[in-house]
């Protein structure tokens, strides 16, 4: 006779952690198991790590330009690379083991080491142990996608998985797959001196909807490292190096990082024994406000599902995920505005509904060139575009897209405007403090305003919008 437990969570990543969380305010008969290494994958070989390194490589790109603000010395500065990554590692390091750390604590003797395998929607192989259980949630995470006749010259491709693992790096790389982690690490080795070039398929770079946002985002990126979009690369050996062809471009490199998303790590997760059809990818069909699978007891979250690789989508889907497994009744949760950051320079940011989603009719669109931005003038970094989409009929902010300084910081304020369905005039009412890039935003907003005023006519606003607009009883 095999145990049985209430609730089995398979991956102990930031999606499956989240479920857990959930899981053990209802009750404490569940497993979590996890086939390692823990420490989730924001901390070990995404977003802590990256950060750290992009950190340096600005740091570095700035010095170069103190001598221009009238700061002698700095020429006999040198970038140690494989200084850099022992930083970073370090870092690495301590984000890493702190979610050990956690993992452990919060899971204790439920906490099981080992390769699980479903072996129906109620049964779960661990460890060639069967346990049987009222639901399971599938939390299992990704790994980023390698194309299989790039295994030939696989010990001269670097993924995310592998690159804050090298003690030195090549002096010349390609970056194949111009999304998130394309864009910042390529522009962070070019910052650092390593000679990089970009290839993506999409035109769109970083997933880019408004074709203006996209030119601007190409043609500032541009500026430090060489960027080809629109065409497949190819990629051949030639004799040490390996050539990348893309269309009429083509350059010899000593090493690629693949950059080309994630797959979900389901492969041998034995899903084609849950009954239900899977798609090319072998992934089943799920409810995103319920994370259930059909009509089974099973929830599928995070990096696994193949849908949203951002961390707090996965802690989302997990604790949607968790609650579910553990309820007497499956609910429906609202999900939260759509929210996306690039952490190159200019940031990228995409927030909400995107401007391909709707009819050109039905949409407003207020911009702001922050070429002419007073803060990033001072700064020198005064280049980008910000675009804010209205719904002609309401008003209301539904959405954004960027390539700007600081596109975090204006993305949250808008994610912020679209849930709680703030109008442009209702977002214009804050105080906008002098001089910020917020300003930048205000720019748009006042832009959108204009083009609203024959149906949304609103008081006129001073430049000063932190005024009272109406008199004080």
Known sequence: MYKKV????????SAGLAAVRQIEKTTDNYLLVDHGPLGTTCARVGCMPSKAFIKVAKDWHGARKLAEEGVAGNEYAACDIPAVLRHVRRLRDHFASGMVDATRKLAGER??????????PNRVLVNDEEIACESIVLAVGSQPTVPQPWQAFADRVLTSDTFFEQQDLPRRVAVVGLGIIGLELGQALARLGIEVAGFGRNPHICGIRDPEVNRVALKT????????AGAEAEVFPHKKSLVIRNGSHEVEVDAIIAAL???SNVGNLGLEHLGVELDRRGLPAFNPHTMQVADLPVFIAGDANGCLPILH????????????AAAA???KYRRRTALKIIFSEPQVAAVGQTVDKHHADEVVTGRADFSEQSRAIAEGRNAGL????ADKASARIIGGEMIVPEAEHLAQLLALAIHRELTVHELLSMPFYHPTVEEGLRTALRDAARQLADTHPAEELTLCESCPELPLC
Do not use: C, K, S, W
Not at 6 to 13: F, L, M, R, T
Not at 111 to 120: K, N, P, Q, T, V
Not at 313 to 324: K, L, P, S, T
Not at 386 to 389: G, S, V
């Open 261 to 263: 998303g994630v797959t």
């Open 221 to 228: 990126l541009r500026r430090e490292l060489p960027l080809y």
């Open 6 to 13: 209430d609730v089995i969570v398979i991956g102990a990543g």
């Open 329 to 331: 009744e499956i609910q």
């Open 386 to 389: 910000l675009h804010l989409y």
């Open 313 to 324: 989508e996965a802690q989302d889907e997990g604790f949607i995920a968790g609650r579910n």
């Open 111 to 120: 906490l099981i080491m080992g390769a699980a395998r479903l072996l129906g």
